[in-house]
């Protein structure tokens, strides 16, 4: 993607207070990874960063997991612990933004600047401390356990810090009366199987799952209110306002307090078939490499933003009846709805409204009669 990752087109039709048309179109270049076709394994690997901008560090990790399936390679553990960690620390550095940063600028809020820059400064010394993960190779890395440990007391002290400005947005979004925007029944993604993936970005059908994936034969969501559904605080929501727009703000606050425990004990990620997968801040990220003679024969890349912005998806379910007044309200709300469900490229919000008017004229006549 790099120079080009295109982005996303939400379209919302009204009729007098109600949403009754969305339609989401994506210009995402999927077809992107065909640029690796032919290279060589470990220059693939290192293109991948490029081309993949968002999440490069991710997307590394993911295509790592995704070519020793491919190979049979079985890394040494500390290899997978400090890919993890890196994966996580950036995952870390965009919920901190998304939190901080991006939730009170859309609520008309003060952000959080001063405590994001120590977050983020802090994070981008932590993946420095990862070590040199990337590559395929069986050389182990010895981690500075002591720094690292230092480091994740001291983040774990910052996030305690930068709670408070949290709650604001909370309120804010309360009060709005915006709580339950974007309650829907579409269903949360479990964690995936690679052999699951594997059968179908190896089918017939493979592009068509690709741009638009399904679970079971239905939509479903990932990111953070899938991981934190059983949450306290998350379930607690979910039971007044269902699947809505606070219930995802607060898995996401959930996702942020958890990041020092997580930075302690970061999640491996999955490989197998010819698939790896990997949890970044928006969901499941999932890589799939076909390889002979140490050269890239296939490779496609299902990210996160394809499940929830699906043409039937989440976004779409959760406007679509919405009773707001106005094109403004609809297209505010909207974005407010787009930032909880967090696509990795922008999205334009446009709206068209039809006011249906009735007249009613009353005629009076008088009749002079000589």
């Known amino acids: 993607m790099g120079e080009d990752e295109g982005g996303l087109a939400l379209t919302l039709n009204c009729a007098g207070e109600e ?3 969305v339609a989401i179109r994506s210009t995402r270049p999927l077809r992107a990874c065909h640029v690796l076709l032919g290279r060589e394994t470990g220059e693939a690997l290192r293109l991948l960063p490029l081309l993949f901008s968002v999440c490069g560090t991710a997307q590394n990790a993911a295509g790592l997991h995704a070519c020793e399936a491919a190979l049979g390679i079985e890394p040494p553990l500390s290899r997978l612990q400090a890919r993890a960690l890196a994966v996580r620390a950036e995952a870390a550095s965009q919920q901190t933004r998304k939190l901080l940063i991006d939730w009170p600028m859309l609520l008309g809020l003060p952000p959080a600047m001063q ?40 983040i774990g002290r910052l996030v305690e810090a930068a709670e408070a400005g949290i709650g604001l947005c909370f309120r804010h979004i309360e009060a709005s009366g915006l709580a339950g925007l974007g309650a829907s029944t579409v269903g949360l993604l479990p964690r995936l199987d690679p052999l699951w993936l594997e059968e179908r970005l190896a089918g017939d059908e493979a592009g068509a799952f690709a741009a638009a994936p399904l679970y079971a034969g239905s939509p479903a969501e990932t990111g953070a209110l899938a991981r934190r559904r059983g949450d306290g605080a998350v379930a607690d929501a979910w039971e007044e306002w269902g699947n809505g727009l606070l219930t995802r703000f607060m898995a ?40 002979a003679a140490g050269r890239i024969k296939g490779y496609a890349v299902l990210a996160p933003t394809e499940w929830n912005f699906h043409p039937e998806g989440a976004l779409v379910q959760g406007l679509l009846g919405a009773r707001l007044v106005g094109s403004d309200a609809a297209a505010d709300a909207a974005r407010l709805l787009v930032a909880a469900l967090d696509p990795c490229v922008a999205c334009t919000v446009s709206v068209t409204c039809t006011v249906s008017v009735t007249c009613t004229v009353s005629v009076t006549c008088t009749v002079s009669v000589k």
């Open 252 to 291: 996401q606050r959930a996702d942020f307090l958890s990041i020092p425990a997580e930075l302690a004990e970061p999640e491996l990620g999955a490989g197998g078939g010819n698939v790896g997968i990997v949890e970044t801040a928006r969901g499941a990220l999932a890589h799939r490499a076909v390889i």
């Open 19 to 21: 949403i009754t048309g």
């Open 115 to 154: 405590e994001a820059r120590l977050l983020l400064a802090r994070l981008a010394a932590l993946q420095a401390l990862a070590g040199e993960w990337r590559g395929l190779t069986m050389a182990p890395i010895i981690a500075d356990t002591a720094a690292i440990v230092a480091l994740i007391a001291e």
